[in-house]
């Protein structure tokens, strides 16, 4: 990086930290890129993500074989699925935690499943989870609540996991799967939540999947100001007030301070 790109960085940081400390409502946005620098691997991206090796099982083969559904389970418990339940929240979340406890931020909308959010302090009820939580299962029809060591635990005795013990519907990890409709009560809180902030900042998103990606083009629109964070271009670079091509954990703990 030459010395004028370092003063330019530099100045793009200290306009970020500003921005923050004049917002009185942030909310966040958050994607696969916060939780990569914790060592999840990303889904998407090409040549990398994790559906480029393995083909997701679609919601309506999910629902209509019993198999694909033991397939789902098998790589749940087996090596498929066991690639990150050791991460552990990085400077990213901690620094948006931070933000969250001391009132200058409200909410993080999240597109990870990866509970990363809830490890890193921020309450359940401050956390949107537009795609689900992969920590915990539930029952599809009577929406019962499984740990999944238990439902690993019959898995491992029986070889598949049986039906809803209460109601005898389709238990599955509590994600949302390809095909599957977006959560109505998590996405009613989004659109509140991006009513009433007055800067909206997104954090490791490429922004290409909607309707999620279209919470900070409204807020935008709504007069918020627009802050993105992310390795790579986005297509909504060119709406946002500042647009950072950076690491987002170092970004993030230097603007709020926390290391």
Request: hydrophobic residues 35%; aromatic residues 8%.
């Amino acid at each position: 990086m030459s010395e004028t790109e370092a003063g330019h960085a530099d100045d793009d940081l200290e306009r970020f930290r500003a921005m923050v400390a004049a917002a009185n409502r942030i909310v966040f946005f958050t994607g696969a890129g916060i939780s990569t620098e914790s060592g999840i691997p990303d889904f998407r991206s090409p040549g990398t993500g994790i559906w480029n090796k393995i083909k997701p099982i679609e919601f309506q083969d999910f629902l209509a074989s019993d198999e694909r559904r033991q397939e789902s389970w098998r790589r749940r418990f087996g090596n498929d699925g066991n690639q990150w339940t050791d991460a552990k929240p990085n400077l990213g979340h901690r620094a948006v935690a931070k933000l969250i406890g001391d009132g200058l931020a409200t909410a993080v909308i999240t597109q990870n499943v990866d509970n990363l959010h809830q490890d890193s302090g921020v309450a359940d009820d401050q956390v949107i989870e537009l795609h689900g939580n992969t920590r915990y299962a539930k029952c599809l029809d009577c929406e019962t609540r499984y740990e999944l060591a238990d439902l690993k635990r019959q898995f491992e005795t029986l070889g598949r996991v049986e039906p809803c013990s209460r109601c005898g519907g389709i238990v599955k990890t509590a994600t949302i799967s390809f095909g599957q409709p977006m959560p109505q009560e998590a996405m009613a809180r989004a659109q509140q939540e991006t009513n009433t902030c007055d800067l909206f900042i997104v954090l490791g998103s490429s922004l290409v999947v909607y309707p999620a990606a279209g919470f900070p083009e409204y807020a935008k629109r709504l007069g918020a100001g627009l802050v993105i964070v992310n390795r790579q271009p986005t297509p909504l670079d060119g709406l946002a007030d500042l647009a950072l091509h950076r690491e987002i954990g170092t970004t993030m703990g230097y603007v709020v301070g926390v290391n």
